[in-house]
């Protein structure tokens, strides 16, 4: 059983940037693909990136393509969504969550996650 908690988010003008952590623990995630979410209110939760285990491979919604970065710290087992030229609606809270099954496949599915953090709000003002 794993543990995720998200943290580094917070009120910022639009054009501005925040960096993300999904800190885990309770298991090694080295070998799972790490997703973050979002979901704004009124709204589903949305795929925003993917990071396959050995951190090779991203992958990254349309809408946050050449603005947002994934990273991760196998050593400190935390995943990082690096955010630049945030928008207004890019105001979500944030999640991040564990790929259920191991290797990288590309889904971009919620069900196909699990162990979803409580979430870290992130709010862009105009």
């Known amino acids: 059983q794993v543990q995720l908690v998200e943290s580094g988010g917070g009120l910022v003008q639009a054009g501005g940037s925040l960096r993300l952590s999904c800190a885990a623990s309770g298991r090694t995630l080295s070998s799972y693909t790490m997703g973050w979410f979002r979901q704004a209110p009124g709204k589903e939760r949305e795929f925003v990136a993917a990071i396959s285990g050995g951190g090779t491979i991203t992958d990254f919604a349309d809408s946050v393509k050449g603005r947002f970065t994934i990273s991760r710290d196998n050593a400190k087992n935390t995943v990082y969504l690096q955010m630049n030229s945030l928008a207004p609606e890019d105001t979500a809270v944030y999640y991040c969550?564990?790929?259920?099954?191991?290797?990288?496949?590309?889904?971009?599915?919620?069900?196909?996650?699990?162990?979803w953090g409580q979430g870290t709000q992130v709010t862009v003002s105009s």
């Open positions: 969550a564990k790929r259920i099954r191991l290797g990288y496949s590309g889904s971009r599915i919620k069900a196909d996650f699990d162990s």
